[in-house]
């Protein structure tokens, strides 16, 4: 999300027309991880265990590292490093300029959250919890969340334990910093408020908690900060804006058809703007007040999280297109289809990529747990080319991975 208060704002030139393709890296799994583009270098993780370090004019692979899980989460460059979790178990620090193992910090483990399974009541993995927690650095440490449910603060050049702060659930919400104040969401529907330096409690803000039918339950998107006011949404269907310091509500709103907000706001000096997931829509709404400024119709669900410059938002849908938006307007400028989504077979997305609902009905018929459900949308993601990666931006080229295996450089440069 562009800087450690996930802010989003990128300092490029607009892609305002139709972009095509600079170059594009097949993986050997389902790229979620988002890029970070440093020194001409773009670094993003993939389901296939590896992490890629790739140049960003001409898409030729610099360096790769593996790992023993796959890495949904997005890496952080920092202080020569390049710092990220895997579902292994271990966060690492790599070397930026060759990708030699610096150290390496084990958790508790990594893991989906477990949510009822609603066909018979038993608790399994949540297809919709994609991401794992990425870190952010502050001075000498970096922060990150676990499935274990602590927050952990490491000294980066070392990756000894600064200190840990345990939540009641799973932590895939990533850190953001302001002002020595640590915030992130906890899957147990908390939003915390932490002295980044010793890990104290400076506040905690509860979100709807749905232990009945484990539905409308924790906080999976990240927070963004700007001018000590904290602004996340949360699977109850609201979105906040906290008070930084304190952690009170500033506002709350509650108008995005009962849909999870799992998308992390970008922030400029007129709005904020986020994605969402069953009401298809990207949001625009008022830094002040929450009130809604429009929705743009994104055609699926859209948990990748908002890249802004200037003139436009960049974001992508699980129908495997990346949208190009005019942010005064909401006007979709132009739309990008991934390999996945011109290739799919599947069809749950039509050829305009809206949902077919029927469809969708017809090839779910019968099933009776949520594991084979799950499975199935699983290769339909993979088949359509599902975007859950969110957009990075560098010299009017956006970059960002596909649940199709690849990663996209795309640009409408002459």
């Known amino acids: 999300m562009g800087d450690e208060q996930h802010t989003g704002a990128y300092n490029s030139l607009s892609i305002k027309t139709q972009p095509e393709i600079l170059w594009k890296v097949k993986t050997g799994g389902k790229v979620i991880s988002s890029p970070v583009i440093s020194n001409d270098i773009v670094y993003v993780g993939s389901g296939d265990s590896t992490l890629y370090a790739i140049d960003a004019q001409s898409g030729d692979i610099s360096w790769t590292y593996k790992t023993e899980g796959a890495i949904h989460s997005t890496p952080l460059v920092t202080q020569g490093n390049v710092m990220f979790l895997s579902y292994d178990g271990f966060f690492y620090a790599l070397d930026q300029s060759d990708g030699e193992l610096k150290w390496k910090f084990k958790t508790n483990g990594e893991f989906r959250f477990q949510v009822k399974d609603y066909y018979n009541g038993s608790f399994k993995e949540d297809f919709w919890d994609f991401y794992l927690s990425s870190a952010v650095a502050n001075d000498d440490f970096v922060y990150f969340g676990s499935s274990d449910s602590n927050i ?72 963004s900060i700007d001018n000590d006011v904290v602004y996340i949404g ?135 747990d949520m594991p084979t459900l799950s499975a199935f949308m699983e290769d339909a993601f993979i088949q359509g080319g599902a975007i859950l990666s969110s957009p990075a931006l560098s010299d009017q080229v956006i970059y960002f991975g596909s649940s199709d295996g690849y990663i996209y450089a795309i640009s409408d440069k002459p």
């Open 234 to 368: 949360s699977r109850d269907a609201k979105f906040y804006a906290l008070d930084l310091n304190t952690g009170d509500s500033l506002w709350t709103k509650d108008a995005f058809d009962r849909s999870w907000m799992p998308s992390t706001a970008a922030i400029d000096s007129n709005a904020i703007y986020t994605g969402s997931s069953d009401s298809f829509s990207f949001f625009s709404m008022d830094r002040n007040t929450g009130e809604i400024n429009y929705a743009t119709n994104t055609k699926a669900y859209t948990f990748s999280s908002p890249a802004i410059d200037d003139e436009m938002a960049y974001i992508g849908s699980a129908n495997g297109r990346l949208y190009g938006i005019t942010l005064k307007t909401g006007d979709i400028q132009w739309e990008f289809a991934t390999t996945g989504a011109r290739t799919d077979t599947l069809n749950i997305f039509d050829s305009k990529g809206v949902m077919d609902i029927e469809r969708y009905k017809s090839l779910t018929k019968g099933i009776g």
């Open 152 to 223: 952990y603060a490491l000294d980066i050049n070392s990756g000894e334990m600064a200190w840990s702060y345990k939540t009641n659930g799973s932590i895939h919400s990533s850190p953001a910093i302001s002002n020595n104040v640590l915030v992130t969401g906890s899957w147990d529907s908390n939003i915390y408020g932490l002295n980044a330096a010793t890990g104290e409690e400076n506040w905690i803000f509860s979100t709807g908690k749905d232990f009945e039918t484990y539905i409308w339950l924790g906080v999976q998107a990240s927070p």
